[in-house]
Nanobody
Framework: VQLQASGGGLVQSGGSLRLSCAAS????????MGWFRQAPGNEREFVAA????????YYADSVKARFTISRDNAKNTVYLQMNSLKPEDTAVYYC???????????????WGQGTQVTVSS
């Protein structure tokens, strides 16, 4: 499956952004989807994941109550709504697809190219 992330940008602290990830190539609803991020000098880390139908969501503690992951299987798209953004949320955000749902990078077989999110203080 091919993944294309978009929606990143520059936002002030406390602001919001919505990331999108469009999938193509294989049946989108077969895959759990996740969002990860990587800040300069840091390892890539888990942000959020969603199950096949969207009924189950998982979040890193650092983003709980601020970020919401959702998916629209009819549009082959997964979203990440990010509210109350903080400077420490600054990173390149990647979407990924997995046939084995989970929060570990190693669960994910397919990766998008990343979209930059910068939060200014």
């Amino acid at each position: 499956v091919q993944l294309q992330a978009s929606g990143g940008g520059l936002v002030q602290s406390g602001g919001s952004l919505r990331l999108s990830c469009a999938a193509s190539g294989r049946t989108f609803s077969w895959y759990a989807m996740g969002w990860f991020r990587q800040a300069p000098g840091n390892e890539r880390e888990f942000v959020a994941a969603i199950g096949l139908s969207g009924g189950s969501q998982y979040y890193a503690d650092s983003v709980k109550a601020r970020f919401t992951i959702s998916r629209d299987n009819a549009k082959n798209t997964v979203y990440l709504q990010m509210n109350s953004l903080k400077p420490e949320d600054t990173a390149v955000y990647y979407c990924a697809a997995s046939s084995n749902p989970g929060t570990s990078l190693t669960n994910y077989n397919y990766w998008g190219q990343g979209t930059q999110v910068t939060v200014s203080s």
